[in-house]
């Protein structure tokens, strides 16, 4: 497995109502081919707007965004440089991913036009492509509001397929649509990522559906990751006391009387983020230094990074007992 | 006895083809103090169910049977009898908070007022009142809350501002009809523990409406689980959760991503819930369910007992125990 | 999760819904009588519209169903021969003036920037003159013909289709589907004419349907102002110029009149209809 793609000290900022506001404040990840890295924070945690600017649609106001050992550029009037377009991205709304005065199939050939191949060969291969998300080949000639959310979102893939795409972005791709066909979406998106030895950043916060499909997890808060490990490492051990929260706050359909934990407080405005850590107001177990330092991002002994005080590079997770 | 006992409602919808039954014959009760879970996919008529029992079905929209609430019939209620129910005897909360809250008012205005509405209260003691709620539910600084509007407050607090509003009338019932779906894992946390904790200080009932069976595991005491407009399972939480025996809840389950860890692959019930109007003839989820056998088709499902808490409306009962009432 | 989806019932808006209206068969049917008319204005008119045989300014009568004019030439059958100066020519200009209002519209609305305000700031002046004045202008400093009178309302009716397209392709701009274009390498121009083209041409279309009738009281304006047809073209502006001045033999006006008032009604009917139909909102209204 390669690396694939590399953030180094990413920060997105944007303007509203001629105020600054930081949505990403400093991300650094990297994700390797064949790999599923879930994405996952609350509202106003800036994971969107993370995707947006990995793919070329927002540009870093500081930091880079590396794709297969290239700077990846933000998009522009011209073409897409050819060798950034197998870096490709599937939206949340299937209703408005697709244009709803085209048919399907001159839809999923764009990519291939764009890239020289003629239109009888492209169409050839758009009902390959359909076989492949698992749609007839008569869909080539209706229009999008012929099919379902999630026939839809099929068909969004299949056009991002036909760029032969590397990297794929999915930004919140099964938060509309209905349980089963988040289940077929699903399973297409893990099956596609084996088969083409892609690698995936599944942006979602639906955290039971991110722990059954993603290999790696990235938790964000406020702009900031606070922890990277593996999914086994999330669920199980969480290290940072957000993490903690976020896990403990997810229902479990089992019948007993757990009662999901909850956390007090609200997601401070991004326009003033607290001092020190970002999470200190919420924290239980803050000490009167995270008021004031933002903590580092360590490597813990298991290889998983958190950004917390209370955890020291190289050692293992600290289980945290609240102090008092 | 129950506080509220729904027998053989029926709800027959005005649709663009002609009548259709939204919910069939459903049957349920539920006693003071207890919350009842109401599962299903879209489709299934849960939602209509809520809205009968308020007097809120949309136009041309009927419902026979009966509902028995605090000691009398409110089924064939006229509309002024429904408004005086509505937030003072039964009080509802939806998905979206702002169907309940107006955008232009303070939120000292709207819950004053509705509470006058129905109370006879002073201005002062009113506002009292309305202060404490907010205290109730939570929300931090309940004064400068008044004199805010709707849209400075976050989803989950618009969400406790509209339980506030709800439980202004101290109704002896609380619909909640999807209330946590649209948010974020921490604050939906936030607003079951404040469901639960109404129950256990006021006996507030609640019926919950939702598809999420994990927010019922920690919320419901029963649940009902509904399908094509028909209860086809209901049960203690625990035990519905635990042991289901109907196929169509047994395929929710399996489905569910949180509960098995087989690999990366999601299963999920083949086929999708049929539309309002074109349910399948007896049990109508007997094209999606792999049991099925000729006899599912030709008349609704029988009621089986399975305990004295546990029921299921299937002819074939395809999970059978010996230790079944009725088998 | 709504569920309540009880009305909703998806159909591909077309024309049938069209056919189900009473204004727009009335409007339809009126156009086709007056294409009728034009096409075989040769043998459904009853005298050649130029020739001036017979006695000025009869009333109507058995002989002459709308009289005669003021050179003894019949009415009736110039007002028939007036619709094939007056109908294409005002098609033509709706052509015309969508077509770069369109263009001039969507590099605003694509581009942004200097370019959107700069045009943006031109249609400002263009709104700032009455039609009727500005195309006196132009036609006037063109020369009397009815070519130039066409290049006069062009010049006049294309903002109205610019601020639209721009308003359009604003909003379509913002969709997933533009962005998900330009991830996979197409540029500005083909996602312009690929993807955008298709969202703009309903609108227009019924802009344009609209328009025709606006176009049509413009050119017979410049007309009836000696600006636009000449004598001794068959044109119903110019027409109704006659009998404004000769009031008194009230035929010589009123049935050229009455023509430009049933074209122009007839279009706007349909326009109207059209917009219903294709404006999702009224659409479902329509349908039931």
Known sequence: ?324 | ?327 | MSTLKIFKKRKNVNSNSIWRQPLAIVGISIIVIWFILAIFAPWIAPYDPYSQAGDKFVPPSAAHWMGTDELSRDVLSRVIYGARTSLPYALLLVVLSATLGSIIGAISGYFGGKVDSFIMRLTDVFFAFPGIILAMAVAAALGPQIRNAVIAVTIVAWPIYARLVRGLILNAKQNDYVTASSLLGSSSIRTLIVDLRPNISGPVFVLAALEVGNALLLLSGLSFLGLGAQPPTAEWGSMVSMGAINFDRWWVGLFPGLAILTAVLAFNFIGDTLRDALDPRTAKALRN
């Open chain 2, 1 to 327: 006895m129950k506080l509220l006992k729904v027998t053989d409602l029926t709800v027959t919808l005005a649709t663009s083809s002609g009548d259709a039954q939204a919910v069939r014959n459903l049957s349920f009760d539920l006693g003071h103090g207890e919350i009842l879970g109401i599962a299903g996919e879209s489709g299934s008529g849960k939602t209509m169910t809520a809205l009968s029992l308020l007097g809120l079905l949309p136009y041309k929209g009927r419902a026979t049977g009966s509902v028995f609430f605090d000691g009398r019939e409110i089924l064939a209620s006229s509309k002024r009898e429904y408004r005086d129910i509505r937030g003072k005897d039964i009080a509802m909360i939806f998905q979206d908070p702002m169907t309940s809250l107006h955008p232009m008012l303070t939120v000292e205005t709207q819950l004053t007022e509705h509470l006058r509405h129905h109370r006879k209260v002073s201005k002062d003691s009113a506002r009292q009142i309305v202060l404490e709620l907010l205290n109730t539910v939570k929300i931090p600084d309940p004064a400068a809350a008044l004199r805010a509007h709707p849209n400075q407050f976050s989803g989950g607090m618009r969400q406790r501002i509209a339980i506030a509003m709800a439980l202004a009338c101290e109704p002896k019932l609380l619909i909640a009809d999807e209330p946590t779906t649209a948010l974020d894992v921490t604050v939906q946390a936030g607003i079951l523990k404040l469901l639960h904790q109404l129950r256990d200080e006021r006996k507030l009932s609640i019926i919950i409406i939702t598809h999420d069976l994990g927010v019922l595991s920690s919320l419901a005491d029963r649940i009902m689980i509904m399908y094509a407009g028909s209860e086809v399972e209901s049960g203690k939480t625990s035990e519905l959760l635990t042991q289901p025996r109907h196929p169509y809840t047994k395929g929710l389950i399996s489905a569910l991503p949180g509960l098995s860890q087989d690999g990366k692959l999601l299963t999920s019930i083949k086929g999708m819930p049929p539309e309002l109007g074109n349910f399948a003839s007896g049990c109508a989820f007997h094209p999606r369910c792999a049991f099925a056998e000729s006899s599912c088709s030709q008349a609704l499902p029988p009621a089986l007992d399975i305990s004295d808490s546990h029921r299921i409306f299937c002819p074939i009962n395809p999970f059978a125990q010996k230790s079944d009432i009725t088998s």
């Open chain 1, 1 to 324: 497995m390669k690396e694939i793609l590399n953030l180094k000290d990413v920060v997105v900022e944007y303007e509203r109502h001629g105020q600054k506001i930081r949505a990403v404040s400093g991300v650094d990840l990297t994700l390797k081919s064949g790999e599923i890295l879930g994405l996952v924070g609350e509202s106003g945690c800036g994971k969107s707007t993370l995707g947006k600017a990995i793919v070329g649609i927002l540009k870093p106001t500081v930091g880079e965004v590396t794709f297969d050992g290239m700077k990846v550029k933000k998009l522009t009037r011209g073409q897409r440089p050819k060798h950034l377009r197998n870096l490709q991205m599937i939206f949340q709304d299937p209703y408005g991913s697709l244009n709803p005065r085209r048919k399907i199939g001159s839809q999923i050939i764009d990519g291939l036009l764009v890239g020289g191949m003629k239109k009888a060969a492209a169409m050839e291969k758009a009902v390959e492509f359909l076989a492949r998300v698992g749609l007839p080949k008569d869909a080539n000639d209706r229009y999008p509001h012929q099919f379902s959310g999630g026939q839809r979102q099929r068909i969004a893939i299949a056009r991002a397929l036909a760029a032969a795409p590397s990297v794929i972005i999915a930004d919140e791709p099964i938060s509309a649509l209905d349980t089963s066909s988040q289940a077929q979406v699903s399973n297409l998106l893990v099956k596609l990522v084996e088969e083409f030895d892609m690698g995936m950043v599944f942006i979602s916060h639906d955290l039971s559906i991110v722990r059954r499909i993603s290999d790696r997890v990235a938790v964000m808060y406020l702009g900031k990751i606070v922890e990277i490990g593996t999914t086994t490492q999330i669920w199980e051990n969480p290290s940072h006391p957000y993490t903690r929260a976020l896990i403990s706050a997810i229902p479990h359909a089992d019948g007993s009387s757990f009662m999901p934990s909850d956390l007090p407080g609200d997601v401070p405005n991004p326009m003033y983020p607290p001092t020190g850590c970002r999470f200190h107001p919420r924290c239980p177990v803050a000490l009167p230094a995270c008021a004031i330092n933002e903590p580092e991002f360590v490597t813990l002994s298991d290889s998983r990074k958190v950004a917390c005080v209370l955890q020291k590079a190289g050692t293992p997770p600290n289980s945290m007992i609240i102090p008092g």
